[in-house]
């Protein structure tokens, strides 16, 4: 079965500081990559994707993700992080011809200003 | 545009007692539905999907049972609640055969 593994539960930032999170996963073949994002008090919302091509991927509010293959990982990057950015962020993977997400445990981000 | 629903936001309970919580979606049809359980620490975890009307595939046995009456909806239920059944819930839709899961704004339960 699969599983996902964010490296770390906590990230303590300051504003303007890089940021990269890391995501493990352990059944390889054909998989869809995802990294959710979940701001206090709102929905959990989609931060990016990646489905096939290039395995560099941009999402929202200047969010990146690289994909490798060999690694199994897919960690979440963005080079100046703001205050705003304070939320916990999921990474979650879908096998290719399955239904259902495999989510990590997620890592609470929090930035101060 | 698509839109997920779910009700109550927020449900005390005590021990013993059912559970109904409702989802439903707008703007789309023949959707996927999921639901999840969110805890701290330890992420989310698929408690049963639905395919379609009165199709339920559960992940993990447990306490809990869903049913899918309509194409939009999406029910969990418990006929007598544990105080281990507390937690965030959360609905989520996609299209069928679509990659993409878009989730509602969840019911948080307390048992007592």
């Known amino acids: 079965a699969q599983s996902v593994s964010q490296h770390n539960h906590h990230v303590i930032l300051s504003e303007a500081a890089s940021l990269e999170l890391g995501c493990n996963y352990s059944y390889g073949g054909t998989v869809n990559l995802f990294w959710y994002v979940q701001y206090p008090g709102q929905h959990l919302q989609l931060l990016l994707k990646y489905f096939s091509g290039d395995p560099l991927v941009k999402g929202i509010k200047g969010f990146e993700a690289e994909f490798i293959k060999s690694k199994f990982s897919f960690n979440l990057r963005k080079p100046s992080v703001q205050w705003s950015d304070t939320a916990e962020y999921f990474c979650?993977?879908?096998?290719?011809?399955?239904?259902?997400?495999?989510f990590g445990k997620g890592t609470m981000l929090l930035v101060s200003p | 545009s698509q839109t997920i629903h779910q009700w109550p936001a927020t449900l005390v309970q005590p021990v013993g007692s059912p559970l109904s919580l409702e989802c439903t979606v707008e703007?789309?049809?023949?959707?996927?539905l999921y639901w999840y359980r969110q805890a701290a620490g330890r992420g989310l975890q698929l408690l049963f999907y639905s395919v379609g009307i009165g199709q339920i595939s559960s992940e993990v046995p447990q306490n809990l049972s869903a049913s899918r009456p309509q194409d939009r909806q999406f029910i969990l239920s418990s006929k007598k609640l544990l105080l281990s059944d507390s937690g965030f819930y959360l609905c989520?839709?996609?299209?069928?055969?679509?990659?993409?899961?878009?989730f509602g704004p969840g019911t948080r339960l307390l048992v007592l």
């Open positions: 979650a993977v879908k096998n290719s011809g399955y239904s259902t997400l495999t």
């Open positions: 989520a839709w996609s299209v069928r055969g679509g990659e993409t899961q878009y």
């Open positions: 703007g789309t049809s023949n959707p996927n």
